[in-house]
T-cell receptor
């Protein structure tokens, strides 16, 4: 089975540009998570969705960040305008939770390494 | 606020030795605890998930224990191999926040042949 698919794998862009990261969760999973990983702060949850609806976006650092999930098989994380401090690895993860015990592991994509110059 | 700590930050052992990785958390009101492995340039791979009502979970050479009252979990990897070299992270899910995992900073493991 295909895992969580993220694109692009690497993104280098200049400060002020718009950046869009993409994620395709595992088919059938009803929860989707966006994380950011840096050396200084480790792994941080940015936002998560349940059945395409944003549930908790308290980890989104600023209004420059936005996330959408237009359908069950696609999500985007957008940064506009981008800044050098946004440089990090961004991970998407999904899991099956609805109706279950809540004890299913999260499955991660390989991440997008973002560099803002 | 839940804090998750992993000590040591890095560990190097010769092949064949058993690995012991530690994870501590400050708030015992957790729903479950997960151990992940991260290889360079890759995402996280779930290794074991321990429910709050469980004391341990085993998978092959891996065994994870959980002591909620003392806020500790330990991951044991028996008879380590060079392929076990990776960063190992633990994460706790709080009882009052579905889906939100709080991660430790990880332990970087190197197994030398």
């Amino acid at each position: 089975d295909a895992g969580v698919i993220q694109s692009p794998r690497h993104e280098v862009t200049e400060m002020g540009q718009e950046v869009t990261l993409r994620c395709k969760p595992i088919s059938g999973h009803d929860y989707l998570f966006w994380y950011r990983q840096t050396m200084m702060r480790g792994l941080e949850l940015l936002i998560y969705f349940n059945n395409n609806v944003p549930i908790d976006d308290s980890g989104m650092p600023e209004d420059r960040f936005s996330a959408k999930m237009p359908n069950a098989s696609f999500s985007t994380l957008k940064i506009q305008p981008s800044e050098p401090r946004d440089s990090a690895v961004y991970f998407c993860a999904s899991t099956l939770g609805g109706g279950g015990t809540g004890n299913q592991p999260q499955h991660f994509g390989d991440g997008t390494r973002l560099s803002i110059l | 606020k839940q804090e998750v700590t992993q000590i040591p930050a890095a560990l190097s052992v010769p092949e064949g030795e058993n690995l012991v990785l530690n994870c501590s958390f400050t708030d015992s009101a957790i729903y479950n605890l997960q151990w992940f492995r991260q290889d360079p340039g890759k995402g996280l791979t779930s290794l074991l998930l321990i429910q709050s009502s469980q004391r341990e979970q085993t998978s092959g050479r891996l065994n994870a224990s959980l002591d909620k009252s003392s806020g500790r979990s330990t991951l044991y990897i028996a008879a380590s191999q060079p392929g076990d070299s990776a960063t190992y992270l633990c994460a706790v899910r709080r009882s009052d926040s579905w889906g939100k995992l709080q991660f430790g900073a990880g332990t970087q493991v190197v197994v030398t042949p």
